[in-house]
């Protein structure tokens, strides 16, 4: 029964899948293309080099958003294009059904962070370091596998879950944007969205992952 | 005006015709009109003078202990507002204790001719000038104090009150505002972009390089430990002792290729034995403070034993080499830290809050 969801979910999402293997994989090769020999080179070559890096380092966590983003909202679309009588007609209680299709966004998830992995061994193959800094290609896609999963997992979550729950987030986040303008008009110096940012992004909050460093090639 | 007097009365000669009684009465009137011309022209002058030495009359702004006295020209809400804010940004940047500013009185623009701050009883405080700028057209200007003024001058003169060690290693403008993300571009700079050797063993992941490119221990003989031969040859043309090396005996022998007469020659120079220039010392300290706090770093400023490693170290309880591998992190990412923890950990409170979503999808029902 996994397969056919599977390849049910597959109709929905390949394209999406590929485009985003296909960026994952670009990304850490970007690095090398700003040189490759980097140990005989000079210091402030060297210098040159780490900025472009971290430049290149920017990319992947929002690539990693991008992965989660989709993924989690066309797991669910065939569902809502066919108003659920697909899953309905299944015999299969809704909790294996949605883990099922839980399951098999994950695997598509994997793909754009194997490609990352990929790329990231390719390019730190291709490029003879200096003492001192560093490459971490297993760390860079692990990270990135595991970003763009609990992205996926959050959203997953949300876009299937009940209409009152759905109702609530969007209320929430509704309320946040209204009381953001409200103290806007009062002149008040304060912003719930920015600070509730701020408490997703900075570690304990679920999202911290998205932040922080992300580079390749790290001193 | 006095000039155009002095030409009436000069032409006021007799004319041939005119009887000697109209003469002396035109005469007079002339000279009336001279001397009132003459009053007015001595009251302008008074007004005029009187007019500039009102604006220097001295206006005394108090704040937390701290005495800015500046004249009236400059608006006391812009300068009670200079002085709050220049003992903030002390007080937030550290290294200026607050009591010190209790010691001195601020002066800037006031009329000082008959001992001005001692007949308001600063005479037995250390009196210090600053700057007050004038803005606006000449025939309208305006002055006013700057609260980076204030803190300027208190962080120069705390600086100077300070042993041989800070005063020698603290550069210009260590306590503030300038240690933001522009600074740590100016200190990852300095520190790729210099021909010194020990910034390529510090760039390299040496920490004794980095120490002794920050200069932070108390080197035997500094420029001999902290600059190699070569490095010291290579300083001379872009320095300004390049004219003074090929006049000497020591400075040829430099030129020639001899490592001691380069040491030499330098030592005897005024030439700095810091390798890190004012950014990367800023930098050290700036990112000290983001570690451990304003109050660290006064600590470590007030610290009068040892190194400045050691006065740093003991100021914030922490290894030597960790902080300054911290710092070269700090540097060569232009602000970065580096990761406390592992990706897992980053991970575990997103996956947690995913699973949790997960397990009430699973159990709740499409309505």
Redesign the interface.
């Known amino acids: 029964m996994f397969k056919q969801v599977l390849v049910a979910q597959w109709q929905t999402s390949k394209l999406a899948v590929g485009l985003l293997t296909l960026l994952s994989f670009c990304i850490p090769l970007l690095a090398v293309l700003y040189g490759g020999d980097l140990a005989g080179a000079g ?2 070559r ?2 040159d080099w ?2 472009a890096a ?1 430049r290149v380092a920017q990319f992947p966590p929002f690539i990693a958003l991008l992965v989660g983003l989709l993924l989690g909202t066309l797991a669910w679309s065939a569902d809502l294009a066919g108003r ?1 009588v697909y899953a309905l007609s299944l015999p299969l209680p ?2 294996l059904y ?2 099922m299709r ?1 399951g098999a966004g994950a695997l598509f998830a994997t793909i754009p962070g194997a490609a990352m992995g990929l790329s990231s061994g390719i390019a730190t193959l291709a490029v003879s370091l ?3 800094i560093h490459a971490y290609p297993v ?1 860079m896609a ?2 990135f596998w ?2 763009s ?3 996926f ?2 959203i ?3 876009a ?6 759905q109702v609530i987030t969007i209320s929430v986040i509704g309320a946040a944007i209204t009381l953001d303008v409200v103290f806007l008009l009062f002149g008040v110096d304060y912003s719930v969205t920015a600070e509730a940012l701020l408490l997703l992004t900075n ?7 998205l932040t ?2 992300w ?1 390749l090639f ?2 | 005006m006095l000039a155009l007097a002095a030409l009436l009365v000069v032409s006021a000669t007799p004319v041939r015709g005119q009887s000697p009684e109209e003469t002396d009465r035109r005469e007079r009137r002339l000279l009336a009109r001279a001397e009132s011309l003459l009053a007015q022209e001595e009251a302008r002058v008074v007004a005029k003078k009187e007019a500039f030495w009102s604006r220097l009359r001295p206006r005394v702004i108090q704040s937390r202990g701290a005495t800015l006295v500046v004249g009236e020209a400059v608006p006391a809400s812009d300068a009670q507002r200079a002085l709050d804010s220049g003992l903030t940004l002390l007080r937030t940047f550290g290294a200026v204790p607050e009591q010190f500013a209790g010691r001195l009185v601020l002066y800037g623009m006031v009329d000082t001719r008959r001992d001005t701050l001692s007949r308001l009883g600063f005479g037995s405080r250390r009196l210090l000038l600053v700057d007050v700028s004038q803005a606006g057209p000449d025939s309208s200007p305006s002055w006013s104090v700057s609260a980076d003024a204030v803190a300027r001058a208190l962080a120069v003169e705390y600086r100077d009150s300070l042993d041989v060690d800070w005063r020698h290693w603290l550069p210009y403008g260590y306590a503030v505002p300038h240690w933001t993300r522009a600074n740590t571009w100016g200190a990852f700079q300095e520190l790729t972009r210099s021909p010194l050797s020990v910034a390529g063993r510090c760039v390299a992941g040496e920490v004794a390089g980095c120490r002794l490119w920050l200069a932070i221990d108390r080197d035997t003989e500094p420029f001999a430990d902290r600059f190699t031969g070569a490095d010291l040859r290579n300083l001379l043309p872009k320095s300004s002792l390049s004219n003074a090396a090929s006049a000497s005996e020591v400075g040829d022998a430099c030129i020639e290729g001899i490592d001691a007469a380069c040491v030499s020659f330098f030592r005897a120079r005024s030439f700095s034995d810091i390798p890190a220039p004012e950014a990367s010392r800023r930098g050290l300290l700036g990112h000290f403070r983001s570690l451990y706090g304003a109050d660290a770093v006064e600590r470590a400023v007030a610290d009068t034993v040892g190194s400045i490693a050691q006065r740093l170290v003991r100021a914030a309880g922490v290894n030597e080499d960790s902080l300054v591998m911290n710092w070269r992190y700090w540097t060569l990412t232009r602000g970065g830290h580096p990761r406390e923890r592992s990706t897992a950990a980053d991970a575990a409170p997103g996956l947690v809050l995913a699973v949790v979503l997960l397990a009430l999808v699973v159990r709740g029902r499409r309505s």
């Open positions: 210091r402030e060297v210098g780490l900025i971290d659920h809704r909790g949605v883990s839980f200096p003492p001192g760390e692990l990270r595991l970003a999963l609990t992205v997992a959050i997953f979550a949300i299937g879950g009940t209409r009152r729950g570690w304990p909050g679920p999202l911290s992952l922080g460093r580079a790290d001193v």
